[in-house]
């Protein structure tokens, strides 16, 4: 069988990017999708760009990546934006929204957020109602089936029976009404919902770098052994900790917190 990682919200993490990289390499897996986020929060956002570039098929555009790659950002108003430069800038800002391919009979499209926006939610884990996304809010699931004008797609489109997407930076997997809906989480920066304690020692759990993983036949539409696998990979947070604090990032201190606890 074939397989395909799928990545997510690496945020300009390089520790966790070159983990997460190494286990997929231990593997056997060469075709790698990302859903997006590859800037903002931690301190390497230009060689997190270079290495996505240089190992993913497929990079989409995500929420962070279009509020600071559009076009005409003077300097100084996003660290990231100055890291990455505008030729890396323009690079992300052109990046699709959407991709799906046929796997194992399956029809999965993949995207950041949703079928609507960047930014609209869906959630099964969590309200967001005490949240800036508190009107963004999907609460029906099948609404991630939709063909809409957002992604391109008409009535006349093929609906997926797939949806896997990113921007909670918490995975999770569950089917409904015969369809499968998956999280990847979060490579740079994970969250777990409900954490609310610095000092509950079982949040290491939760800081691992997470992506998931495809297996079946690619690009076939004949229904065979179709498998959706999420992973959580440790890495060195000590590390990319240390490259924060010797940044001149604003607000580092609240990525730092949310590295260690894996609280929002």
């Not at 300009?12 to 390499?25: M, S």
């Not at 190992?55 to 790659?69: F, Q, S, W």
């Not at 004008?149 to 999770?172: C, M, R, S």
Request: proline fraction near 5%.
């Amino acid at each position: 069988m074939d397989k395909i990682a799928i990545i997510s919200d690496v945020h300009g993490n390089l520790t966790a990017l070159n983990a997460v990289l190494k286990d997929i390499d231990s593997k056997g897996i060469s075709k790698i999708y990302c859903l997006g986020d590859s800037v903002i929060k931690c301190a390497n956002p230009d060689k997190v760009i270079d290495i996505l570039r240089s190992r993913c098929e497929v990079i989409l555009k995500g929420n962070c990546d279009e509020a600071i790659c559009k076009p005409n950002v003077e300097y100084g108003r996003f660290w990231s934006r100055d890291i990455i430069g505008e030729e890396r800038a323009n690079f992300i800002y052109n990046c699709p929204i959407s991709f799906e391919f046929y796997m194992s009979g399956h029809l999965i499209r993949l995207f950041h957020a949703s079928p609507f926006s960047l930014e609209h939610v869906f959630n099964p884990m969590y309200g967001n109602s005490d949240t800036r996304y508190n009107n963004l809010v999907i609460n029906n699931p099948e609404d991630l089936f939709k063909n809409t004008e957002f992604l391109g797609k008409t009535a006349n489109d093929p609906i997926p029976n797939v949806i896997g997407y990113g921007h909670l930076h918490t995975p999770n997997l569950f089917r409904f009404k015969n369809k499968t809906i998956f999280n990847v989480g979060s490579v740079g920066v994970p969250i777990e919902m409900m954490n609310d304690s610095e000092d509950d020692e079982t949040n290491k759990f939760s800081t691992m770098a997470s992506y998931a993983y495809l297996e079946g036949n690619f690009d076939s539409k004949k229904l065979e052994t179709f498998n959706i696998t999420l992973v959580r990979v440790p890495y060195q947070i000590d590390t990319e900790i240390k490259a924060l604090e010797a940044s001149n990032m604003p607000n580092k201190e609240m990525i730092i917190k949310s590295l260690r606890t894996a609280i929002h």
